[in-house]
């Protein structure tokens, strides 16, 4: 999977999609939690999950990339347990711990249908659809 190359970049044709369209910064992050923890771990299953946790501490999921989050920090209460059977759902890189100011900016970009009457719960379901339907297209 992704390795760095002599100048620290990651090589783009060995990261996932999402990331080949995000800044150098989200591929960075990645490709450097990646290679540390399948250095450490010898399991790509493993390195792949660590390599997102590190992400989702500084990036979030807009669409079809990664964007720097306004403040570092887990993105859900998955992400702030940690552990290899954690049984809490993912949010899938939505910043679900952000304001609702936040996430409505987010789902305005987005285009989100009925966004303004949706409470924090609702606008982070809605948002994880988007960034679905952005991925697939």
């Given amino acids: 999977m992704p390795k760095t190359t002599r100048g620290g970049e990651p090589k783009k044709n060995e990261l996932p999609g999402t990331l080949r ?4 910064g989200a591929q ?12 450490q771990y010898g399991s790509e299953e493993r390195a792949h999950r660590v ?31 940690g552990g290899l059977n954690n049984p809490i759902p993912s949010h899938e890189g939505v910043d679900a711990n952000a304001s609702k100011k936040h996430l409505l900016d987010i789902a305005r970009r987005l285009d989100v249908p009925g966004r303004s009457k949706m409470d924090k719960t609702e606008l982070v379901d809605a948002i994880k ?7 697939s297209r």
């Fill in 21 to 24: 369209r995000s800044s150098q």
């Fill in 51 to 81: 390599a997102y946790a590190a992400l989702k501490h500084s990036f979030e999921k807009v669409g079809d990339r990664w964007l720097r989050k306004p403040k570092k920090g887990p993105s859900d209460a998955r992400a702030e347990r």
């Fill in 28 to 39: 960075r992050t990645f490709a450097k939690a990646h290679d540390a923890a399948a250095d």
């Fill in 129 to 135: 659809k988007q960034n679905r339907r952005a991925r």
